[in-house]
């Protein structure tokens, strides 16, 4: 085989015409090609020594013509050797085309014979032989890789260490510091992906570093990697120093939170100390301890002065402790049975002590939840009668808002009331005063008319004498007249305006003046007549600007009088806009306190809801917690009563097989000490048979043949009681080489999980339908020891066995398995789905369901139970029905478990059984398969346009359970004739070694995810 050029082809088919009509193709196709021929039929099957390495492409033929043998058989037995080359299979439509897809990982290509071309030919030889060549290249790095991360190799390497011939190697031990803290603030599972975290960035370190790592978890908190010792100390020293500082630089981030952590390192030069992997690994943890008495990240190198710890073993006591009502024999001595009474006794006391103590705790808890019980009744009332307050405060506070807004809205009404009988007052006197102007003109104009009528009678009185004195005396009316003028409009215009008051001051002093020239005219009257006459039309035109005068300031008045109008009007305007826009911000000021207060009252209602329902949560948080106390109350009691009940019957049986054994000793002794007599008393009768035959020859004769039968007799008896011996003694050494106990397996399994050398295996469930309507790949998960005893996986493979405390302590180690490997990306998307059996320790109490859920909170951000499958066998399912219901129940609601049905055992009521298990997947064998097949599902009418008449389509069970969304797997396929049964019969997944073996990681090369947890 060359991994540069494709030099050899190989056709395995039974048909000569066609490997002929091959061969042509590609003598014209690939001409530098050697194409070989092999006919199965002639030459038989290839068997485990065929030589496949000169081949460089395969083209195989599903039809061999040979009885219980396919070219999938073939592939198969074969396709995991290195040497294999690419293979393309040559085959028929149909289900064969299915079946070939469940071997993706051993064929490149299948192509039907009645479709095959030239062009199709070469081409898919061109492709398989290049994917070929990257697929070996891609399996040598994930060989490097998986010996880098295999705990097997990691054991056997520390095993062999002292006698190692090859490069020196440390062991390096990395725990972070304060891990028990750190844990009771993200869970088991943060912790987990911490070690993780801390795990990958050391291996990239010494990835980097060119040291050979191998790297495996020994420990919940520890991590142990193997690594060539460098030249000298100063380069490890200078090694250890890079790694803290790396670590020092890698935020942990778990659940969007960034934690930070320091480490303390231990290394340990390998070669050094003869001993077990385990004492090693003690010793460079006392390393450990050394490194973290120092702040920070930290190492510490051991040194050749350094005194080793001494290593304790645990297992002795463990197997002395479940094995002790096992270790009694014939040769227990009575300070044994007084030391075993002794400690049954001190049991029955440890035991009452313990019921005892819980009892007070019960007790204790009790009146603690009665006491938060009362507390949260109290709190209750006090909450109420706060709400209570608020809102009597609440109403009186919206009731007195109430009234401010009705006394705001009738002062705003009086104001506006005011403002307009303010505005009709101003208007009032503005009309009076237009009135009273209007009516001093009129006066004016009649003034100024009979000032004028008066001025022409004094003319004419004047140049008539004889009306002289008339004249005088008009003018003196005139006089008074006037003042009484003038005195009314002084008073007038007093508020008006200071010059019109020195006018009509000027005017008086004129008017007086004149009076008193009248008074010397009349003397001079005669004499004066012209000039009187003069005078009189001065005064008139006097009295014409006067008027005019008064005119305008009359027009001036009434101007001032409008613009005052107007002004007042525009002032009533704004102060009837202002008080609107007042009583409309008092109206949005009510409508907003409405609002607020409505908003406080809904605040304070919804507080007092949300309040109510949290003490009404506490309640029945309580009240469950009560429950859960008074089933582990009873649980525990049950146990201590039934540990108890246990010592007592130990201790009776062991007393009864002391009585047994002491019987048994003193009927050996009293057996022995007649066997013993009889032996003397035949050595006896033989010395006397001897003697008598020497004394005589015919008499010892007759007794010799009359003691030989009884001789013979006693002689056979003996024999025959030391074969009783030897048959005892061989049954004792057969019942010895039949096997360890399943007390004996539990114990190395528990030392197994203890010493952290038990890894997760997957298996492949393959569907059988088209990639687009597979969201995840499905893997079953196991277990596997890394044991030399082949009995430790035979049990792990099924661990039902065990005891519910072990079966507990198991599935918890898987879960947290699963858990981390679908938290370790960071995000939500987990791209397998892994089915994990459920055993009878999920359903026979509450611990393992508490557990878990405390994990699903931990872990609710990456929803996990949408990656998870629990696989319930029917059996379990129905011992445990009430309880297993209720959990299944709430995995599936709350956290998107699936649900699959297995050990279903008679079909007749499977849909029962799913329906109440709310299963979406049935995993059977292929017998039950068949018989889901051939059965009919119950009368049900198809949704078929059938004619008039014609009786309604009847589906089987398994079309039926299909219809219900109910996918169907088949297991213990182990060969091609199950495969394609399976797939005839229409199963929707297979399961077996024939489709997919146990591999013990999911990951390719250049990742570190492969990191195993223990």
Not at 154 to 162: D, G, H, I, M, S
Not at 497 to 502: H, N, P, T
Not at 766 to 776: I, L, P, V
Not at 973 to 977: H, K, L, P
């Given at each position: 085989m ?5 030099e050899?082809i ?7 015409d066609y490997r002929?009509l091959?061969?042509?193709f590609?003598?014209?196709?690939l001409?530098?090609v ?6 199965p ?11 496949w390495s000169?081949?460089d492409?395969l ?8 009885v ?5 058989d073939?592939l198969?037995?074969?396709?995991k050797k290195?040497?294999?080359?690419a293979?393309i ?5 149909g289900?064969?085309e299915?079946?070939?897809r469940a071997?993706k ?11 095959l071309?030239?062009?199709k030919?070469?081409?898919?030889i ?5 994917d070929?060549?990257s697929?070996r290249?891609?399996k040598q790095?994930?060989?490097q890789?998986n010996?880098?991360?295999s705990k097997?190799v ?9 006698d190692s ?6 062991l390096?031990?990395?725990r ?5 803290i750190?844990?009771?603030e993200?869970?088991i ?7 993780n975290h801390i795990a990958?960035?050391?291996?990239e370190v010494?990835?980097l570093?060119?040291?050979n ?5 020994i ?5 142990g ?5 460098p030249i000298?100390k100063?380069t490890?020293?200078f090694?250890?120093q890079g790694?803290c500082?790396?670590?020092s630089?890698?935020?942990?981030k778990?659940s969007?939170?960034k934690y930070?952590?320091s480490?303390?390192i231990?290394?340990l030069?390998l070669g050094?100390?003869n001993k ?8 460079a943890?006392?390393?450990?301890d050394h490194a973290s008495?120092n ?5 510490y ?10 290593f304790i073993d645990?297992?002795?006591?463990l197997v ?19 030391k075993?009474?002794a400690?049954?006794i001190?049991?029955?006391?440890e035991a ?6 819980r009892a007070?705790?019960e007790?204790k808890?009790?009146a603690?939840a009665e006491?938060?019980m009362?507390a949260?009744?109290?709190?209750r009332?006090?909450?109420e009668?706060q709400?209570?307050?608020r809102e009597?405060?609440?109403k009186e506070q919206?009731?007195l808002r109430?009234?401010?807004e009705?006394?705001e809205?009738?002062?705003?009404e009086?104001?506006?009331k005011?403002?307009k009988e303010?505005?009709e007052?101003?208007e009032a006197?503005?009309?009076?005063r237009e009135?009273?102007?209007?009516e001093?003109?009129?006066l ?6 009979k000032?004028k ?5 004094k003319?004419?009185a004047?140049?008539e004498?004889?009306d002289a ?6 003018a003196k009316?005139?006089?008074e007249?006037?003042?009484?003028q ?7 215009a007093?508020?008006q ?6 006018q009509?001051a000027k005017e008086?002093a004129?008017?007086e ?5 009248a008074k010397?005219e ?7 007549l012209?000039a009187r006459?003069e005078e009189?039309k ?7 600007e006067?008027e ?5 300031d009359a027009?001036a ?5 409008k613009?005052e109008k107007?002004?007042l009007e525009?002032q009533?305007?704004?102060r009837?806009?202002e008080?609107?826009?007042?009583a409309?911000?008092?109206?949005e000021?009510?409508?907003?306190e409405?609002?607020?207060a409505e908003?406080?009252?809904?605040t304070?209602?919804?507080?007092k809801?949300?309040?109510e329902?949290q003490l009404?949560?506490?309640?029945e948080?309580?009240k469950?917690q ?5 089933e582990q ?5 049950a146990d201590?009563?039934a ?9 009776e ?9 002491a019987?048994?000793k003193a009927?050996a ?9 009889e032996?003397?008393?035949l050595?006896?009768?033989?010395k006397a048979i001897?003697?008598a ?5 015919t008499?010892?004769e007759?007794k010799t043949?009359n003691s030989t ?6 002689l056979?008896e003996?024999s ?5 011996d030897?048959?005892?003694?061989n ?5 010895k ?5 399943i007390e004996e397996?539990?114990?190395q399994v528990?030392k197994?999980i203890d010493?952290?050398k038990?890894?997760?295996t997957y298996?492949?469930v ?11 790949e499905?893997?079953?998960?196991g ?10 996986n035979?049990?792990?493979s099924?661990?039902?066995?065990f ?5 507990q ?6 879960l ?5 490997r679908i938290?370790?990306?960071g995000t ?6 892994f089915?994990?059996t459920?055993?009878e320790?999920?359903f026979?109490?509450?611990t393992l369901f508490?557990?878990l859920q ?11 139970g949408?990656?998870?499958i629990?696989d319930v ?7 445990h029905?009430k309880r297993?219901d209720?959990?299944?129940n709430?995995?599936?609601k709350s956290h998107?478990?699936?649900?699959s049905?297995?050990?279903i055992?008679a079909?007749d009521n499977?849909l029962?059984r799913c329906?109440?298990t ?5 995993i ?7 018989k889901?097949s051939e059965?009919?599902a119950?009368q049900?009418e ?9 009786e309604p ?10 219809s219900k969304?109910?996918?169907i797997v088949?297991?213990g ?5 199950l495969?394609?049964d399976?797939?005839t019969a229409g199963?929707?997944y297979?399961l ?7 591999q ?11 990191f195993?947890?223990?």
């Open positions: 060359s991994d540069s050029t494709l050899k190989l056709i395995i088919d039974d048909n000569s002929k091959i061969c042509t590609l003598s014209k196709l001409p530098s050697e194409v070989l021929e092999y006919d039929v002639f030459e038989g099957v290839p068997d485990d020594d065929f030589d000169e081949i492409v083209l195989l033929d599903y039809h061999l013509s040979i219980g043998t396919t070219g999938l073939i198969h037995k074969h396709h290195s040497s294999f080359p293979t299979m040559l085959t028929g439509a289900t064969e299915i079946a070939i071997l990982s051993g064929i490149y290509e299948y192509q039907p014979k009645q479709t071309t030239k062009d030919l070469k081409q898919s061109i492709h398989a032989w290049e070929k060549k697929e290249k891609k790095e994930i060989t890789h010996r880098s991360f097997e990691f054991y056997e390497n520390l095993e062999r260490a002292f011939t090859g490069p020196e190697r440390a390096v031990i990395i972070p510091d304060n891990i028990e750190l844990e009771e993200i869970g599972i943060g912790r987990d992906n911490l070690v990958k960035n050391s291996f010494f990835k570093g060119a040291c790592p191998n790297i495996t978890r420990s919940d908190a520890e991590i990697v193997q690594i060539d010792y000298n100063e490890l020293e090694n250890m790694l500082k790396h670590l630089k890698c935020i942990f778990f969007e939170e930070n952590f480490v303390s231990g290394v030069k050094i100390f077990s992997a385990e004492q090693l690994i003690y010793i943890s006392n390393a450990c008495n702040e920070g990240n930290a190492y190198i051991w040194k050749d002065t350094d005194v080793a710890p001494e645990q297992d002795e006591n002395s402790a479940i094995n002790i009502s096992e270790k009694t024999d014939a040769t227990i001595r009575s300070d044994e049975k007084e075993l009474e400690e049954l001190a049991k029955e006391e009452k002590e313990q019921a005892r103590l007070e705790q007790a808890e009790k603690d006491a938060e009362k949260a009744k109290e709190e009332e006090k909450l009668a709400l209570k307050a009597e405060e609440a919206a009731r109430a009234e401010q009705a006394k809205k009738a002062d705003a009086t104001k506006i005011a403002a303010e505005k007052k101003l006197q503005l009309k009076a009135e009273e102007a209007k001093q003109a009129r004016h104009a009649e003034q100024e008319a000032e009528a008066d001025a022409e009678t003319i004419k004047a140049k004498k004889a004195e008339a004249e005088i005396k008009a009316e005139e006089k007249k006037l003042e009484a003038l005195k009314a409009r002084e008073e007038e007093k508020e305006a200071r010059l019109r008051a020195e009509e008086k004129n008017a003046a004149k009076i008193r020239a010397e009349k003397e001079k009257l005669e004499t004066q012209i006459e009189a001065e005064q008139a035109r006097l009295h014409t006067q005019a005068r008064e005119k305008a027009e008045k009434i101007k001032a009088a613009e107007e002004k525009a009533l305007k704004a009837e806009e008080a609107k826009e007042q409309r911000l008092r109206t000021q009510e409508e907003k409405k609002a607020d908003a406080i009252i809904k304070i209602r919804e507080e809801e949300k309040l329902a009404k949560a506490r309640e948080e309580a469950e009560a429950q859960l106390r008074a109350e009873e649980k525990e009691k201590t009563e540990t108890i009940k246990a010592a007592r019957e130990d201790k049986k062991l007393e009864a097989e002391l009585k047994a054994i019987k048994a009927d002794e009293a057996e022995m000490k007649a066997a013993k007599e032996k003397e008393k050595e006896a009768e033989l001897a003697k035959k020497a004394d005589s020859e008499e010892p007759v043949t039968p009884e001789l013979k007799n006693k056979e003996e025959s009681g030391s074969n009783i030897d048959q005892h003694e049954n004792e050494n057969e019942s080489e039949t096997g360890p106990s397996i539990e114990v528990k197994l010493e952290k038990i890894i997760q298996q492949p393959t569907a059988m339908f088209g990639d687009e309507d597979q969201a995840k499905i893997y079953k998960t277990l596997q020891a890394i044991s030399d005893s082949n009995d430790i035979e049990y792990l099924n661990t039902s066995i005891s519910i405390p072990l079966q302590t198991i599935n918890e180690w898987v947290r398995q699963i858990f981390l938290t370790e990306s939500t998307n987990c791209q397998y789905s089915l994990i459920v055993t320790s999920w026979s109490d509450i508490q557990w405390k994990i699903l909170s931990q872990t609710k951000k990456y929803n996990p949408k990656s998870i629990l066998p029917l059996d379990i399912f129905d011992k029905q297993a209720a959990l299944i709430t995995l599936r998107q478990f699936t649900i049905l297995s050990n055992g079909v499977i029962e329906s109440v709310s299963s979406s997947l049935l059977v064998d292929i017998e039950q398969l068949k889901l059965t009919l119950p049900i198809l949704e078929t346009n059938n004619e008039e008449g014609e389509e009847r589906q089987n069970l398994l079309q039926y359970l299909k969304k109910i996918r088949t297991s396929i182990e060969d091609s004739t495969l394609t399976a797939i199963t929707d297979t077996g070694n024939f489709v997919g073996e146990v013990d990681n999911l990951v390719e090369s250049g990742t570190v995810e492969s195993e947890l223990t």
